[in-house]
Each structure stands twice: as structure tokens, then as C-alpha cells.
């Protein structure tokens, strides 16, 4: 079972920055399968939104308005691992973040924004942004 597991959440004071890993292990993925992946959040009693997602070799990003200009995904050397740097943030970021990996073949700026589109999930990383 492929495993994504989050880390380098916590409590941080408006205006201040996170930076969120997720690493693939466990059983590799299947061969031959090259994977986007993607950043989601979840605020109580709210739905899981897309925040950001990269493409196999980073040469494709993507993100959702709320936190364009002060999000930043990328991915690691060895391509399993990906991180989110999180700068200015906000009361509203605050939320469990969960890492996907999606082997979906898309192209344009609407995709990977949708949860359907994702194959393996985390766990979630609880991020909390005080006033």
C-alpha cells in the first residue's frame, strides 16, 4: 500500500510561513506510474478545497486564487517527496492539509483541482493560523 505522509504542520501567527512536506513509502508506486501531486485543505464544516498541485518534473504548477502569491509548491530530487511553502498566511488558511498523488494525463490550467482526479491520499497535517 503506497503511503503519503504529511508533516510540518503547526500553529503560526498571521503573516508568518509554514513549509509542508510529503513523502511517499511504503510499496512503490506501480511501474511506469509518473504522478502529479497535489495540495487540498479542509476547514471545519467547510469541503475540501484545491490549494495547489505540480506536474511529474515540475515543469507545470498550479493554484487555487485564495493563495496565489503566497504559495509555493515544489518538488524534491528524487520526485516522491513534495513541499508547499506557505508565506503571509492568514486566519483562513487554517485548515487540515492533505498531500494526493494523481497518474491522471491532463493539460491546462483546470486541472488536478478536483479530489476525483487523485489516486492515494495522507493522512492530513493540521495547519493553524492565529489573528
Known amino acids: 500500500q503506497v503511503q503519503l505522509v504529511e508533516s510540518g504542520g503547526g500553529l503560526v501567527q498571521a503573516g508568518g510561513s509554514l513549509r509542508l512536506s510529503c513523502a511517499a513509502s511504503g510499496r512503490t508506486f506501480p511501474s511506469g506510474y509518473t504522478y502529479t501531486m497535489g495540495w487540498f485543505r479542509q476547514a471545519p464544516g467547510k469541503e475540501r478545497e484545491f490549494a495547489a498541485a505540480i506536474n511529474w518534473d515540475g515543469t507545470s504548477t498550479y493554484y487555487a486564487d485564495s493563495v496565489k502569491g503566497r504559495f509555493t509548491i515544489s518538488r524534491g530530487s528524487a520526485k516522491n517527496t513534495v513541499y508547499l511553502q506557505m508565506n503571509s498566511l492568514k486566519p483562513e488558511d487554517t485548515a487540515v492539509y492533505y498531500c494526493?498523488?494523481?497518474?491522471?494525463?491532463?493539460?491546462?490550467?483546470?486541472?488536478?483541482?478536483?479530489?476525483?482526479?487523485?489516486?492515494?491520499w495522507g493522512q492530513g497535517t493540521q495547519v493553524t493560523v492565529s489573528s
Open positions: 494526493a498523488a494523481s497518474g491522471r494525463r491532463c493539460s491546462g490550467d483546470g486541472c488536478y483541482r478536483a479530489g476525483y482526479e487523485y489516486d492515494y
